[in-house]
């Protein structure tokens, strides 16, 4: 069951049941387009979501250029770097229709980072 006052069209696992009924019926996401952060629609409650991102080399970079917030001590994303493993995962989940909640998981400006490698200490992050 969803908290209180949170649209339970936003529950993952509903997104997730949506995604494989249509890829059992052969409806696969449109390819992604260029990124564009303005598709994705403000919301009025807070929302969290996970947002998996596999680093394959220490060298690889997560592209996700961030501030803490004195007023609230919390992580918000200031942008995201073309080409590297965020800008990858918001094109991966670009493929689906704008409508879709998948869809409106891309890590954008504003964003707060809750949990980043099992640590939510800014300082840590």
């Not at 947002?51 to 080399?57: K, N």
Request: aromatic share 4%; with cysteine; net charge negative.
């Amino acid at each position: 069951p969803n908290p209180p006052g949170v649209d339970p069209s936003l529950d993952l696992r509903v997104a997730m049941q949506t995604l494989q009924a249509h890829l059992q019926k052969g409806i696969l996401p449109a390819d992604a387009g260029p990124t564009d952060a303005s598709l994705v629609k403000p919301v009025s409650t807070a929302l969290e979501f996970p947002v998996v991102i596999h680093r394959i080399s220490p060298e690889g970079l997560f592209g996700i250029r961030y501030k803490v917030d004195p007023a609230t001590n919390v992580p918000v994303v200031l942008g995201i770097a073309a080409d590297k493993l965020c800008d990858a995962y918001n094109r991966e989940v670009q493929r689906f229709p704008v409508d879709s909640d998948l869809f409106q998981q891309q890590v954008v400006p504003g964003d707060e980072l809750a949990v980043v490698n099992g640590e939510s200490e800014p300082a840590k992050i």
